[in-house]
């Protein structure tokens, strides 16, 4: 009995918030978020569903929780643009500037639905449903900072970084790899063999009815994801600063001689 009571209270010990949430984000990415159950839960943690319930209040909560532990750490470690498109990038600054914070957030949000597939859904579930929850505070944040450097209007703040989110939010969720449709290519192989059968058949469609697609047909075939997302942000970001241009400073005033007594 002594020696049971030593373990159950080594597992409460260790059982955290924590580690809930981490173990939350392990079956979402190994199953999906059907999958993740109190059940599911109590087996991996090897702890009872009462100890759950300790930390976390019920299953929407949770979700709430693992989506917002993935979007803090992707805003916290998120990628750079490659050099090679920094130097070719003509949308306003250097790299440092703002605009290059907002590509940088969106990449890092872009990698992280890639990586956990069940993000894309939790995302716009949680900036249409909870406005007021971490998850939606964070991206708004991330991106209204260096919205507002960029010296758009403050009575255009909230339109243009909700545009600049609802981009993200589309995209990712478009070219998320795994979106529970079977249709839906789910591997890299599976990519290319859906392009290339969409690729035909856009040029075999009729070039009276539709030269436009047939044009097109080879680049959707051979388009990168990730530079098509860059390529979206760019556009708005080249939209916000034609619509916003940074203000030209003044030129400091000529030093003013004595005048002759």
Not at 67 to 77: G, I, K, Q, W
Not at 182 to 203: C, H, I, K, M, Y
Not at 235 to 255: D, K, N, S
């Given at each position: ?53 300790w ?8 979700l ?22 920094a130097e ?6 250097a ?6 914070e ?35 505070l ?31 939010l ?64 760019d ?27």
């Open positions: 009995m002594a020696i049971r009571t030593r373990q159950s209270q080594r597992r409460r010990q260790v059982l955290t918030r924590e580690r809930i949430v981490e173990t939350a984000v392990e079956l979402l990415d190994a199953v999906g978020e059907g999958a993740l159950t109190v059940r599911a839960l109590t087996g991996r943690l090897a702890t009872g569903p009462g100890a759950i319930y930390h976390i209040g019920n299953m929407d909560e949770l709430e929780a693992a989506t917002d532990a993935v979007v803090a750490t992707a805003l916290n470690t998120r990628p750079t643009q490659p050099a090679e498109r070719t990038t003509e949308v306003g600054g790299v440092g500037a703002p605009q290059d907002i590509r940088a957030v969106a990449l890092g949000l872009f990698d992280a639905v890639t990586e956990h597939p069940w993000l894309a859904t939790q995302l716009a579930v949680q900036l249409t449903r909870n406005p007021w929850k971490p998850v939606t964070r991206i708004f944040e991330s991106i209204g900072r260096p919205v507002r450097t960029l010296g758009v209007p403050q009575g255009d703040w909230f339109a243009t970084t909700s545009t600049l989110v609802h981009y993200i589309g995209a990712t969720t478009q070219t998320s790899q795994n979106t529970g449709d079977d249709g839906v290519p789910g591997s890299e192989a599976d990519r290319a063999e859906f392009l290339n059968t969409a690729s035909r058949a856009w040029q075999d469609l009729d070039p009276d009815d539709y030269p436009f697609i047939r044009a097109i047909a080879d680049q959707m075939r051979e388009h990168d994801d990730r530079e098509q997302f860059l390529t979206g942000i556009l708005v970001l080249t939209g916000i600063t034609t619509l916003h241009p940074p203000a030209t400073p003044r030129p400091p005033a000529p030093e003013r001689l004595p005048s002759p007594k």
